[in-house]
């Protein structure tokens, strides 16, 4: 492989083996894959330390339609943050639940505090902000909320 340096790691063999086990799990197809990913996300850990990164997020979160004026709190959200959204799908699933996705490119701060609104209305049931750098595409996932 052209531009791909290599390098080698010691480790105890029952971590070698827990770590081969996980990454099965997870679907990869071989370590390097799986160290390559696991070096992205450290140093996506330390773009996030800067609140006032501009960065991509998308909500993703699952709510109860039936729930007293939560159409009322998302669109009252939507309005506060609408500069800093971009998009948004709604997937109506099983019962009254419906799936929103909505895209937003902002201050990270400020993602992530929307992401906290969001997350604190009765009626949303769980939810995850993904962000990814603009300039980097290293990911991190904040918020999680739920089972």
């Known amino acids: ?14 971590l070698l083996n827990e770590f081969d086990l996980s990454i099965t799990q ?16 450290s140093l996506a850990e330390k773009e996030w330390k800067n609140e006032r990164q501009i960065t991509v997020g998308v909500l993703v979160f699952v709510y ?34 419906i799936l929103e996705t909505v895209t937003a490119i902002g201050v990270m701060g400020d993602l992530k505090n ?16 993904t962000m990814t750098s603009p300039a ?5 996932h904040a918020g999680l909320r739920g089972d």
């Open 1 to 14: 492989m052209d531009g791909v340096t290599r390098i080698g790691v010691s480790l105890d063999p029952r």
């Open 26 to 41: 997870k679907g990869y197809v071989s370590r390097s894959e799986a160290i390559r990913d696991l070096i992205r996300d």
């Open 64 to 97: 109860d339609s039936r729930h007293d004026g939560i159409h009322d709190q998302l669109r009252d959200l939507g309005r506060k943050w609408r500069s800093d959204m971009v998009g948004s799908l709604s997937v109506p699933l099983e019962g009254r639940n």
């Open 114 to 129: 929307l992401s906290n609104e969001l997350m604190s209305i009765k009626g949303v049931l769980r939810g995850k902000l």
């Open 136 to 140: 980097s595409g290293n990911m991190h």
